[in-house]
């Protein structure tokens, strides 16, 4: 099997590879911005004209303020509080579904190569 090499960044790689071997035609991996901080969330998908808000989007938990019990070492239980929030300029990873009738925030875009 012959290797082809995917232009573009490491994102626009990601984002060819998944349309490749796992596509799904009711799915379709986005890129956006946020505009607006959670509670009051906008986010501008790339291409896309129009900003959606809170009520267009689910967002994955690991992206908004939440608390996780974790044991450390064996020890007792703990309760850990993560404030890892969206905020607005950050980058994410939209999963389109659908045909973007509904959109879900997957996670953050990190790195220096934030532009996709």
Known sequence: MA??????????QLKSIVKQIGYNKDVDIEFATVIAAPPSLRIQIDN???DLDADDV???ESLLK??????INGG????IEFDGVL???????VASINKG???VILDRMGGDDVGA
Request: aromatic letters at 6%.
């Open 3 to 12: 290797t082809e090499l995917i232009e573009g960044n490491g994102f626009s």
């Open 48 to 50: 896309m004209k129009i």
């Open 58 to 60: 689910v967002v994955a």
């Open 66 to 71: 939440h608390k996780r019990k974790a044991r």
């Open 76 to 79: 007792e239980t703990v309760e």
């Open 87 to 93: 905020t607005a300029g950050d980058r994410v990873i």
């Open 101 to 103: 009738q509904n959109y």
